[in-house]
């Protein structure tokens, strides 16, 4: 950055950096098995990150959780995008995407991010987001109230916008879904205040999430349902690397690659033209990704 | 379409379903028990397809061959890159994806397409591209040497400027790396006399590749050749999603999803930050896919 970072965003960055180890200590404890890796990397236009990732684990067959502190110059097509001149950047965030073994348990996707720029503009953005396979109402529904919670410290208009901002917002336009029962997304949030928010999300996104995996862990599975699962992570891969905004900046602005493709699930099946029979659960599982519903 | 397709545009559309036919009936030959579906499919705008696949043969995991005869309107964000007004166009071709199971058997990708506008301007693209897990130089070297005589027919710079096409388009430019081997890459080939061209790639197709899996089909390989193969596999599908032209105006111009992503592999892995032991034979592939070479 031509000027230092704000003294905001250094606290942004030690918060994310503090959750990164809490929430790897807390999976690697929910999972029993997997340790995090940690692997340190630069970023070309200064700053850099920690990538830690489990695979193979108990649980969770991928996990990864992805903190960076980086600063450059705003690529000339996303300046071009935002109606700005090209200028310096610092941004700071932590992503986490789970991609638990069971197809009973869903894959969980988080991302809290602040961005500053040389001309002073600065603002939050982020999100969680659930994925479920085979969708048991209960889970969902403690995902959004915990989400909700969250949100509605701050405001109480603040969790139906980003809700439906988050329906919107994870569509696979191709195929007329969502990509998974949505959560929360925001983006532009502006003012120091926005940094309690942030940590009020921070700080539950385990809650919301952990009680799922417990309660889902035993539940029975077999090859029918593991190749369910395998199909619909396809989807979760399509939406990463044709929409995403994180993945494309990321990639665009010569980003790490494997920290920002952590994200995409181990083990994908690409069948052509999978139909589920019609009253499975399969289908209702398709029938509410066509159709965002209200969980709280 | 306002106006009728052309004379040209109805001779064109002949040929690639021929050829799909021949295509399909020497491919479950060299298989030996796989079987081609067949779906027909309408187009929003006009005119519609044959998809046709083979999933789970003995030979190819999964093989795609997809014709098209569509009209409509040219959608605004392609129309704004190709700097004309938006307008009815026709478009017929034909594609194929060969997604062989041993991983000692290059996947292969051809496509061959013809498109013309209301206005009265029209032209052919198309190429042949060859995607290798575990490099033969001798595979590789026929491949391209066929596609060298069906090219050099027609004029003797074609080949080594559609040589350098392909290497410049299917380079995942994240990873700084190419999609596979390449073969040859064309576009905007203007006039009638490009429709001989067009034939005389499209005849050599299944010389320029079923040798290379007849000599290969015996080649011994286990879980650590499969494991490459499917790590591979996701390189593939980055490029498709990312940044594969046909794929993206294809879900843009509303076309028939399961159509468009038969391309994608069968099955895929993405593990963190694969990189193969030096010296390795899939360091070698790494080492051809950064510095593309000549092979003939």
Known sequence: MATEPSALASRVQTYVEALQSAVCAALESADGAGRFSADRWEHVGGGGGLTRVVQEGAVFEKAGVNTSAVSGLIP????????????HYFATGISLVLHPRSPMIPTVHANLRYFEQEDGAAWF????????????DQ?????????KEACDKHALDRYPR??????????????????GVGGIFFDSLRGDGEFDFIRSV????LDAYLPIVSRRAAEPW???????????????????LLYDRGTLFGLESDGR?????????????????????????????IDILEHPREWV
Chains 1, 2 share one sequence.
Not at 76 to 87: D, I, N, T
Not at 125 to 134: F, N, S, V
Not at 202 to 205: A, E, H, K, Q, T
Not at 269 to 280: E, F, K, L, M
Request: glycine content about 8%; aromatic content about 14%.
């Open 125 to 136: 953005g982020g999100g969680a987001d659930l994925t479920p396979y085979y969708p048991f």
């Open 222 to 240: 077999g090859e029918s349902e593991r190749g369910w699962q395998l199909v619909r992570r396809g989807r979760y891969v399509e939406f990463n």
């Open 76 to 87: 000339a097509p996303m300046a071009e995008r935002m109606h700005v001149p090209r200028q």
């Open 162 to 179: 980003f809700k439906k901002w988050c329906d919107e917002y994870f569509v696979l336009k191709h195929r007329r879904e969502g990509r």
């Open 202 to 205: 921070g700080d539950r996104l």
């Open 139 to 147: 889970d969902i529904a403690h995902f959004h109230r915990l989400l």
């Open 257 to 285: 690659t494997e920290s920002i493709l952590m994200s995409l699930p181990p083990f994908v099946r690409w069948a052509y033209d999978v139909r589920p029979q019609p009253g499975s659960r399969e289908a209702r599982l």
